[in-house]
């Protein structure tokens, strides 16, 4: 029997868009493993108009009452006047004292020293930290069993691959997980793309 041995393997666990692009023009061979490893759950996604962010925070509160962790990402570092959207550096105040009260808050974002980043994130990893208040900067290489909440502010502005890759954050050990996707936008074309997000947790599919 002849077996055939690859020159190139690349590996993904967000196949998009690289995977598709390389397949088409790369003449690569793709095999996917469609199955969660042994005790993981799948990762409910939801989208969260403005009335409704209320009734979300109680549920992230519940969960970090029963020992869960959560990340809460947002799209700038540092406040803008040329874009309205929330930023990390300051929410972080709003998240500690009002959103989640009691909660340990910790700070992560891309301008931070390299040491300071590893501290907080060991600080997290270790459980000493509920909640990481965060850029995208953990979009990748980010592992915390415990974490079981991913809250994405301004989600329609993000691409899909970012949010998937956001909500990989998640759903890494054997709690159930939820990704909650607040919206303020209010365009069809953004209702869509993050509906898409809701529907399924396959990379090709959202590709």
Not at 88 to 117: F, I, Q, W, Y
Not at 167 to 194: D, H
Request: charged content about 20%; glycine content about 8%; some cysteine.
């Amino acid at each position: 029997r002849t077996v055939t041995i690859p020159h190139y393997l690349v590996m993904t666990a967000t196949p998009i868009p690289r995977t598709l692009s390389m397949t088409v023009f790369g003449d690569l061979d793709v095999s996917i493993i469609n199955q969660l490893p042994p005790g993981r759950q799948k990762i409910v996604t939801r989208l969260v108009r403005p009335s409704a962010e209320h009734a979300s925070w109680i549920e992230v509160r519940r969960r970090i009452a029963e020992g869960d962790q959560a990340y809460i990402v947002y799209p700038l570092v540092e406040e803008s006047e040329a874009l309205d959207l929330k930023a990390a550096t300051l929410e972080v105040h709003h998240v500690a004292n009002d959103l989640l009260p009691g909660a340990r808050v910790g700070l992560l974002h891309g301008r931070m020293k390299s040491a300071e980043k590893h501290a907080v994130m060991r600080e997290f990893a270790k459980g000493r930290l509920d909640v990481l208040v965060a850029t995208t900067v953990i979009e990748v290489g980010v592992d915390v069993p415990n974490a079981t909440v991913m809250v994405i502010q301004h989600a329609e502005r993000y691409g899909l691959s970012a949010l998937h890759q956001l909500r990989g954050r998640v759903g890494r050990g054997t709690k159930p997980s939820i990704c909650l996707l607040f919206s303020e936008g209010a365009g069809e074309v953004a209702r869509q793309r993050l509906g898409i997000l809701c529907q399924t947790t396959d990379g090709f599919r959202i590709a």
